[in-house]
Structure formats: structure tokens, C-alpha cells
């Protein structure tokens, strides 16, 4: 069965720190690229980070040196390092999975909510 359950969300103030982590089992973590989407009230979901299988990262303009992706193989988990943020950043945020060889992820995780607010 694949799972991937997210973690670590909740309400923090402005310019404030999360960590979010992402448990995954039921795939070949270690092959897989691995992204962190957002999506706000009525906005569309947006990709925020992703990192590929061999450590190579993209960042959302909007967050790049602000936030950080990182995964640990031999753990099967995937952490998005929050900092200095802002009340745009309030989002639910996913964890998804992008199998070797696909354009789009092939798993979701079910969320976890993040608030910056003061």
C-alpha cells in the first residue's frame, strides 16, 4: 500500500520557522522524485520544492532562500525546512511522489496545514 502521510504543520507567526516531513512506504523512495505543493483557499495548488532522485532541488520563485528541501533515503522521508515566513505562505501542503520516468506525481499525500499568522 502506497502512504504518504505528511506532518509538522501548524500555526506559527511571521517570520517564524516550520519543519514539515513526509513519511513515505509502499514504493522505492530512493528513485523517486519527491515535491512539496501548497494550495490556499481558492487558489490553485502550486509546486513549491521538488527534489529529484539524485538530490538535484527546484524552489517556487516565491520561496526559494526561504525554504529548503531535503530527503533521507534511508529513512523513506522527505522534509521541507520553513523559514522567514509569511502569511502568503498559509497553505495546506502536500507531499507527492514522481516515478522514474513520469511528468506528473503518481502519489499524494493527504496534507498538512500551515498558518503564519500574528
Known amino acids: 500500500q502506497v502512504q504518504l502521510v505528511e506532518s509538522g504543520g501548524g500555526l506559527v507567526q511571521p517570520g517564524g520557522s516550520l519543519r514539515l516531513s513526509c513519511a513515505a512506504s509502499?514504493?522505492?523512495?530512493?528513485?523517486?522524485?519527491m515535491s512539496w505543493y501548497r494550495q490556499a483557499p481558492g487558489k490553485e495548488r502550486e509546486l513549491v520544492a521538488r527534489?529529484?532522485?539524485?538530490?538535484?532541488?527546484f524552489y517556487a520563485d516565491s520561496v526559494k532562500g526561504r525554504f529548503g528541501i531535503s530527503r533521507e533515503n534511508a529513512k523513506n522521508t522527505l522534509y521541507l525546512q520553513m523559514n522567514v515566513l509569511k502569511p502568503e505562505d498559509t497553505a495546506v501542503y502536500y507531499c507527492?511522489?514522481?516515478?522514474?520516468?513520469?511528468?506528473?506525481?503518481?502519489?499524494w499525500g493527504q496534507g498538512t496545514q500551515v498558518t503564519v499568522s500574528s
Open positions: 509502499g514504493f522505492t523512495f530512493s528513485i523517486y522524485d
Open positions: 527534489i529529484s532522485n539524485v538530490g538535484s532541488t
Open positions: 507527492a511522489s514522481r516515478p522514474p520516468g513520469s511528468p506528473v506525481p503518481g502519489y
